[in-house]
């Protein structure tokens, strides 16, 4: 048992950056779980899950979601349907500001394009382009927040974003 937890200690440390090598670590943890009473040695085994369990958390957070989910959440979040049509709407218009999603995701945005701002390349929006798009849930929000502020000047509404991903999930 404490050998089933000290050599998945030793292969957390090795894959962070943690500073203390991974072969010191280990030999000093055995010495300790030979010699160490229970009572001090639980708490290093405690330790030990727990960064096993943090590094899967941060290995299913490079991908846990997708375009689908995504679209199901914000229409079960707005009462009702994403619609395609209002979606192509909202993303190639221009609402009052500068910029329209499709200043910098391009028309349809099965490309790569162009930031407005600074011409740096972003890489197709639409999901059947880029399998990348809409798998970190936390990347969507982060960037419809601040996307849907430099477009319509405010933050999008759940239908809005249901209307996106719609679109966006149509495009093939
Ligand atoms: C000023 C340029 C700009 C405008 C305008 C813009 N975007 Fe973006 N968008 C970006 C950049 C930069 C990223 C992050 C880099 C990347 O993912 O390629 C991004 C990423 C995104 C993502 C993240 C997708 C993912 O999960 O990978 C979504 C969603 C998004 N934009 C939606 C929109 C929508 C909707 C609009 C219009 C309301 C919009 N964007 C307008 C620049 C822009």
Redesign the pocket.
Known sequence: MSNHYLSRFSSSSSSSSSSSSPSISSSLFSSFSLRLPAFLSLPLLCLSAALTLAGVATNAHAADSSAQAQLTHWEQAAGTSGNADRGMR??TSTHGQE???A???GKPPTQDAQ???TG?T??P?APAYNP?????LA??DK??RR??N???GRE?TATEKAD?LAYLINIK
């Open positions: 909202l993303f910029w329209s999603c200043s910098c995701h930031h407005a701002n740096k972003i890489a929006l990348k798009r809409f798998t970190v990347k969507s960037w419809f996307n849907c430099d477009v319509l999008c996106v």
